[in-house]
């Protein structure tokens, strides 16, 4: 159902943009979004939007992460500014519809110090 791009090996200060490509209709979703992962630690949100409008962005990232969507093309997308080092681990696209949820397959995200 998602299909996710854009993940790489940058340096500190770089930029990515993560696309996520749904396989049905994300307006239906109850929520999308992207979410990290690093060894040891539990996935966790980086930014989605809920059905009805809102967005959530975590705090850490909010000044320098872009999320957005574009609901035609079934997309969602995460534009990372200034990255660091921090941020690295695997980025996955998730959603919640239909009775269950979601995950993307994940993709890297290394940022060198």
């Known amino acids: 159902l998602l299909a996710e791009s854009g993940g790489g090996l940058v340096e500190a200060g770089g930029s990515l943009r993560l696309t996520c490509e749904a396989s049905r209709m994300i307006s239906l979703l109850n929520h999308m979004g992207w979410y990290r992962q690093v060894p040891g630690d539990e996935r966790e949100l980086v930014a989605r939007f809920i059905k009805g409008g809102d967005t959530n962005v975590v705090d850490s990232v909010k000044d320098r992460f872009t999320f957005s969507r574009d609901n035609a093309k079934n997309r969602v997308f995460l534009q990372m500014n200034d990255l660091k080092p921090e941020d690295t681990g695997v980025y996955y696209c998730?959603?919640?519809?239909?009775?269950?949820?979601?995950w993307g397959q994940g993709t890297q995200v290394t940022v060198s110090s």
């Open positions: 998730g959603a919640n519809g239909w009775g269950r949820d979601y």
